[in-house]
């Protein structure tokens, strides 16, 4: 069974730091484009950030610009999302989705095009 499960999600301080982490299982995603959505209460659901299999290519929606950080490592079949300079409308669900495509040298910027989805983890920002 395919699995995404992210955690790191809690409470953090404005300004503060977070990471979270997305782990799959079932099938390795090497090969896949991984990125990060977030949904805000009442908000649609968007992309925060992606990564192609390779790591050469990397997406970054404009409000988080410089503040976080995306990454992989292959061989543990996990991805990453470092968040800094934490804001109060960064609160949302965090969740983690992976491309449905091998070996795409781009990152999908919409839902459709990921396949697969983790539950999400809150990340809460208290001002």
């Known amino acids: 069974q395919v699995q995404l499960v992210e955690s790191g999600g809690g409470l953090v301080q404005a300004g503060g730091s977070l990471r979270l982490s997305c782990a799959a299982s079932g099938r390795t995603f090497s090969r896949n484009t991984m990125g990060w959505f977030r949904q805000a209460p009442g908000k649609e659901r968007e992309i925060v950030a992606g990564i192609t299999w390779d790591g050469r290519n990397t997406y970054y929606r404009d409000s988080v610009k410089g503040r976080f950080t995306i990454s992989r490592y292959n061989a543990k079949n996990t991805v990453y999302l470092q968040m800094n300079s934490r804001k109060s409308e960064d609160t949302a669900v965090y969740y983690c989705?992976?491309?449905?495509?091998?070996?795409?040298?781009?990152?999908?910027?919409?839902?459709?095009?990921?396949?697969?989805w983790g539950r999400g983890t809150q990340v809460t920002v208290s001002s």
């Open positions: 989705a992976a491309d449905q495509s091998f070996f795409h040298g781009r990152v999908p910027v919409g839902q459709s095009g990921y396949e697969y």
